[in-house]
T-cell receptor, first 112, second 111 residues
Framework: DAGVTQSPTHLIKTRGQQVTLRCSPK?????VSWYQQALGQGPQFIFQ???????QRGNFPDRFSGHQFPNYSSELNVNALLLGDSALYLC???????????FGPGTRLLVL | GQNIDQPTEMTATEGAIVQINCTYQ??????LFWYQQHAGEAPTFLSY????GLEEKGRFSSFLSRSKGYSYLLLKELQMKDSASYLC????????????FGPGTRLSVLP
């Protein structure tokens, strides 16, 4: 039973570029949440997808957008990258209505 | 809104016991989670408390007092592999599906 997977594991971009990160949830899970974790800090909630719609959103600008596909996998897109977007991006999956979330290994994004 | 506070760093000796505290302020309450995160890796689920009291799971135990807005994670018989960050988290709202995380407590276990 595969856990949550994310790709790529590492990514280097320059300011102004756009990036797409991908996540496949744990088998049997239908809800995907995305978090940003800066070095030395706890994860910050970006948004959550369920039934292919954004259900909840944290305090992140519109440069951050996402998508969920019929197979429950999800993408996180960040436009017009800033240096401050450098972080570990975590995907977490869960079953709608149950609290426990399971995290993927993350994508480490470096913006130069 | 929610606010969570944890000590930033702690150090303990192999074989010892350590208690990591977490205080929280929430508009509602739907339980409290503890996650372990090794450097450069994803957080892994440790425990979930929704009722007051102590939940024991092997070497790890978690305690909750809802009236005091307080929880702790107790690690016994510390091993070197327990060196990690320990994150306290509460659901953002009554929907319970997403978390507000504390800053994490970085635990260093020394030989």
């Amino acid at each position: 039973d595969a856990g949550v997977t994310q790709s790529p594991t590492h990514l280097i971009k320059t300011r102004g570029q756009q990036v797409t990160l991908r996540c496949s949830p744990k088998s049997g899970h239908d809800t995907v949440s995305w978090y940003q974790q800066a070095l030395g800090q706890g994860p910050q909630f970006i948004f959550q997808y369920y039934e292919e719609e954004e259900r909840q959103r944290g305090n992140f600008p519109d440069r951050f957008s996402g998508h969920q596909f019929p197979n429950y996998s999800s993408e996180l897109n960040v436009n017009a990258l800033l240096l401050g977007d450098s972080a570990l991006y975590l995907c977490a999956s869960s079953v709608q209505g149950l609290e426990t979330q399971y995290f993927g290994p993350g994508t480490r994004l470096l913006v130069l | 809104g929610q606010n969570i506070d944890q000590p930033t760093e702690m150090t303990a000796t192999e074989g010892a016991i350590v208690q990591i505290n977490c205080t929280y302020q929430t508009s509602g309450f739907n339980g409290l989670f503890w996650y372990q995160q090794h450097a450069g890796e994803a957080p892994t689920f440790l425990s979930y408390n929704v009722l007051d009291g102590l939940e024991e799971k092997g070497r790890f135990s978690s305690f909750l007092s809802r009236s005091k807005g307080y929880s702790y994670l107790l690690l016994k018989e510390l091993q070197m592999k327990d060196s990690a960050s320990y994150l306290c988290a509460v659901p953002r709202d009554n929907y319970g599906q997403n978390f507000v995380f504390g800053p994490g407590t970085r635990l260093s276990v020394l030989p």
